[in-house]
């Protein structure tokens, strides 16, 4: 390698440092927080069955998760990405039916994970038990 290839490849690589450690940055600044105190939530559940169920509760949790498991909603098992939910209210989504649970807040499909989904009061999350990839 000439020495014009080492300066390249080099400045190359710290602008690639530099604009991760920038989308770092962004990315936390931006990342929503979540409001403290006391907020009233509604959740709304489709099981397989069609059947519905509203839920209406109380919660000082900052996130989706401490919310539902608070309320004894949800079980699952702790991923790399925090918890995979696999029972809603005492309905276990079969994978083996390409079955899945999902979440949604006023009708928007949620992109995060319930671990750090932030909740505000007043929040109306849909939880359906979906069947397909």
């Known amino acids: 390698m000439n020495k014009t290839n080492k300066k390249t490849l080099i400045l190359v690589c710290a602008v690639l440092v530099v604009l991760i450690a920038a989308f770092a940055i962004v990315y936390t600044q931006w990342l929503a927080k979540p409001a403290q105190g006391q907020k009233e939530l ?14 209406n509760l109380s919660t000082d949790a900052e996130y989706l998760r401490g919310a539902l498991e608070q309320e004894g909603l949800i079980e ?13 209210g005492g309905q276990t989504a079969n994978e083996d039916n390409q079955e899945w649970w999902c979440f ?17 009061d007043g929040d109306r999350f849909e939880i359906t038990l979906t069947v397909g990839w």
């Open 76 to 88: 699952g098992e702790e991923s790399e990405f925090g918890l995979y939910v696999k029972t809603v």
């Open 104 to 120: 949604t807040k006023g009708g928007e499909m949620v992109v995060t994970g319930v671990d750090v989904t932030p909740i505000e």
């Open 42 to 55: 509604v959740i709304t559940t489709t099981y397989a069955d069609g059947s519905t169920k509203q839920i």
